[in-house]
């Protein structure tokens, strides 16, 4: 069975610092990488797609390591708004399906 | 543009009763996916669909059936509900492009 394995948290941090989140994939042959966001009794929704060469997108910063295989979330400057559960998303679980596979998620609280 | 609905929203049965969640996609996508989410236990595939017309198993297809009934709509049947399919089920559909999934709001179900 192909896994991804998350820190279940919570991690409690307070407005305006830094955190980051990592992940750890067992398919070595997957290509597609994704964080996820899901707030409580909500759907997970897209957060940001994870490139070879990393990307940022405003406060977030996604990095992909294949040699370790890892990937990391970098939340700058943390609001109230950040907090939810962040989903690690990684493509092709395998047996032919084109599904992706999802780590457990990273509970995040943010404080005042 | 309503992206992918889901219906019921919530659903209480009784063991052994059937029931069918619906879930429509209007963003034509050819790639459609049903899943259950538990705590401690992330989103799991339980059927997946790459066109119209053809259905495959994912990780936990057991007590469960799928219809694409066309390209919009992929449904999936609980024939004799058990206590062990209480949980959160959420559609997703997939832009061929990409390996991107969109959620819907989910459906909560609850066998007693």
């Known amino acids: 069975r192909k896994e991804v394995e998350q820190d279940p948290g919570p991690f409690n941090v307070p407005e305006g610092a830094t955190v980051a989140f990592n992940c750890t994939y067992s398919n070595s042959a997957s290509q597609s990488f994704f964080w996820y966001r899901q707030d409580c009794r909500k759907e997970p929704k897209l957060l940001m797609s994870v490139y070879s060469s990393g990307n940022e997108d405003g406060r977030f910063t996604a990095q992909l390591n294949r040699a370790s295989q890892y990937i990391s979330l970098l939340i700058r400057d943390s609001k109230l708004s950040d907090s939810a559960t962040y989903l690690c998303v990684v493509n092709g679980w395998g047996g032919g399906a084109d599904g992706l596979t999802f780590g457990k998620g990273t509970h995040l609280i943010i404080q005042p | 543009n309503a992206g992918v609905t889901q219906t019921p929203k919530f659903q209480v049965l009784k063991t052994g009763q059937s029931m069918t969640l619906q879930c429509a996609q209007d963003?034509?996508?050819?790639?459609m996916y049903w899943y259950r989410q538990d705590p401690g236990m992330g989103l799991r595939l339980i059927y997946y669909s790459a066109s119209e017309g053809t259905t495959d198993k994912g990780e936990v297809p057991n007590g469960y059936n799928v219809s694409r009934l066309n390209k919009r709509e992929f449904s999936l049947r609980l024939e004799s509900a058990a206590p062990s399919q209480t949980s959160v089920y959420f559609c997703?559909?997939?832009?061929?492009?990409?390996?991107?999934?969109?959620f819907g709001p989910g459906t909560r179900l609850t066998v007693l």
């Open positions: 997703a559909s997939r832009t061929d492009r990409t390996d991107t999934q969109y």
């Open positions: 963003m034509n996508h050819n790639s």
